[in-house]
């Protein structure tokens, strides 16, 4: 059984899934299997409907599929924002078909979103290997003038066909690989909660995404030159985290610290010139500031930490309280950083009992760490060639702002990372020295 077919049994909410080339002609066969004398509604942008959605309504209307006039966003700024769903509820409140979206991040979340909202399932057609989204649970949309995700399930059905993945632009096949690559730190985190008696791994969940992830991320000249191989294994690796992330109702399998680097960024509106920066690109940056963290926790001998000094720098919950909710005073969320570190806040006895297991089993997690962690110029390397950003300045972060980044990342969310790591053992501020000063990666 392949890796796919074996992670679907998996997911509790994706019942069928197809990658493959020319595949985009079983699309009519797909959804009569999944929603039997059910009509659809193409949803597609303007883009994605000529170069997928027309020929899968032609498709259903030959195959005696009942349609409703296929809903497409016009709008050439189309975001996922959630005036956009709001649209696409009113459309779908009409009548009782199920959407088929077709298209990428913005169209796959715009209509799941809906989809639940309108209490119905959905089938995404994918065309461009672009991000995990497609199979994951949640919809990240712009609320409010911050990006949220909404819980809602991932397709009853997904079809993804090779040739048009291929042919897709390449920044977003490169966008795509950063999100992948992003598994590999995220991976690196979870060893660390595991180790440490925070989160214990899932070992179903760690094998979907973790099992054969080098082996996905090892040709990016091939991937950005739309080798089918490739694209292949990028679009399984995909769809797979999303399987994890179904099975274990959490995002744990897929993100860690890299992508509350790309949450921050968005909670704080950064755009670069005006323009929004794709969901990989900002990954794709704060990977490589975790995996450049990493490289230097790996030199650092946890055998010879001074638990007592760590101890003494380790923040009351009184004092945590003032630290969280000065750090974003007149920000849009104020109150994120004091709930967010309080659900994870252990007290100066806890803290100690941790920090002796660290000091007493760093030999082992050290290993297991160093045979994850991709290390930094070789990721560079291999994120420069399928055409990702692999500078702050790329994405419109300076320097100053991506070392203040390292920071704040680690107050909005409750999980645990490397970040909370350097806190807890007094070592951020001489790790960021390390990074930042005359002879590190960012000079500032």
Excluded at 75 to 88: F, G, M, Q, S
Excluded at 123 to 138: I, P, Q
């Amino acid at each position: 059984m392949s890796k796919v077919a074996s992670a679907l049994k998996s997911a509790s909410e994706t019942k069928a899934l197809i990658i493959g080339q020319d595949v985009l002609k079983l699309t009519s066969k797909l959804f009569k299997e999944q929603f039997p004398n059910k009509k659809a509604i193409i949803v597609a942008d303007t883009t994605t409907f000529e170069i997928a959605g027309k020929t899968v309504m032609k498709q259903f209307e030959s195959e005696g599929i009942e349609q409703e006039t296929a809903y497409i966003y016009t709008d050439t700024e189309l975001y996922a924002e959630y005036k956009y769903v709001d649209e696409l509820v009113d459309a779908l409140k009409q009548h009782d078909a199920i959407p088929v979206a077709v298209g990428s991040g913005t169209i796959n979340d715009l209509t799941k979103l809906a989809a639940y909202l309108t209490d119905r399932p959905y089938l995404c057609v994918a065309t461009a290997a672009s991000m995990d989204g497609y199979t994951a649970f949640g919809a990240s949309i712009t609320a409010n003038g911050a990006k949220q995700t909404f819980n809602c399930p991932a397709p009853q059905a997904c079809l993804a066909d090779i040739d048009i993945l291929s042919a897709a632009p390449t920044e977003m096949t490169a966008s795509g690989y950063a999100d992948l690559f992003a598994k590999v730190t995220a991976g690196a985190d979870w060893i660390l909660a595991d180790a440490l008696n925070v989160e214990p791994i899932d070992e179903t969940a760690w094998s979907i995404v973790q099992n054969g992830l080098h082996e996905a991320l090892a040709d990016p000249k091939g991937t950005k030159d739309g080798d089918t191989n490739a694209v292949t294994q990028l679009t399984e690796g995909l769809m797979l985290g999303g399987f994890a992330m179904q099975w274990s109702k959490s995002s744990r399998p897929a993100s860690g610290a890299e992508h509350q680097f790309s949450h921050l960024w968005n909670m704080e509106h950064h755009l670069n010139n005006g323009e929004h920066i794709s969901h990989g690109f900002q990954v794709s940056i704060g990977t490589l500031a975790i995996t450049a963290l990493y490289d230097v926790v790996l030199k650092t001998d946890f055998e010879k930490l001074d638990i007592q000094a760590a101890l003494k720098q380790w923040p009351t919950l009184d004092e945590l309280k003032k630290q969280s909710l000065a750090i974003f005073e007149g920000s849009d969320f104020p109150e994120i950083g004091w709930q967010e570190t309080k659900a994870k806040y252990i007290d100066h006895q806890e803290l100690e009992k941790q920090l002796q297991t660290l000091k007493d089993n760093w030999a082992i997690m050290k290993q297991k760490l160093a045979q994850q962690i991709v290390p930094f110029e070789e990721a560079k390397a291999r994120l420069a060639t399928v055409g990702a950003p692999t500078e702050p300045e790329h994405i419109g972060i300076g320097r100053e702002k991506l070392k203040e980044t390292f920071v704040r990342a680690q107050y909005i969310r409750r999980r645990f990372t490397i970040l909370d790591l350097a806190v807890r053992t007094g070592y951020l501020d001489q790790w960021l020295d390390q990074l930042f000063g005359k002879d590190g990666i960012w000079k500032i």
